[in-house]
């Protein structure tokens, strides 16, 4: 019975120091707050990077002022004309596109390149795989 008792002791005690505590805060003075700083993280290399932005920032716009204040105009060099292919007609007139005079030109054979066998094309097939679900030719 003793060994019952001594748990029982143990924890009614417990409970009204418990409550003995929680009326003390109630009836007592209210207790100060602690402020707690917080610490501010302080990077090193913050002054310096910050330092290296502005100058960078401040070169930029120096560069930009000096290029619009100054009196030298860049020449635009002319883009050389590149060879128009065979089917081209070049300028035409709206009303040579609308005679019915004229014979149509079909430019649908130009520059086709006729190979009389496999042979003369070389063997850069020969190496390559078939990919796919069906290594073999299907026939319908």
């Known amino acids: 019975m003793q ?3 001594n748990p029982l002791l143990v924890l009614s005690v417990h409970l009204a120091m418990g409550l003995l505590n929680r009326l003390k805060k109630v009836f007592s003075s209210k207790q100060e707050e602690v402020e707690v700083e917080e610490v501010e993280f302080r990077d090193s290399h913050h002054e310096r990077l910050t330092e290296d932005f502005v100058q960078r920032q401040q070169s930029v716009i ?3 002022m000096n290029e ?3 009196n030298v105009e860049k020449v635009k060099k002319e883009p050389t004309p590149t060879a128009a292919p065979a089917y081209d007609a070049g300028e035409v007139e709206l009303s040579d596109l609308l005679s ?3 014979q149509l030109q079909d430019y649908s054979e130009l520059n086709i390149v006729e190979h009389q066998s496999v042979e003369e094309m070389g063997g850069h097939l020969e190496s390559a795989t078939l990919v796919g679900d069906l290594p073999e030719e299907i026939e319908f």
């Open 3 to 5: 060994a019952i008792a």
């Open 62 to 64: 120096d560069d930009a």
């Open 68 to 70: 619009l204040e100054s």
């Open 100 to 102: 019915v005079d004229e």
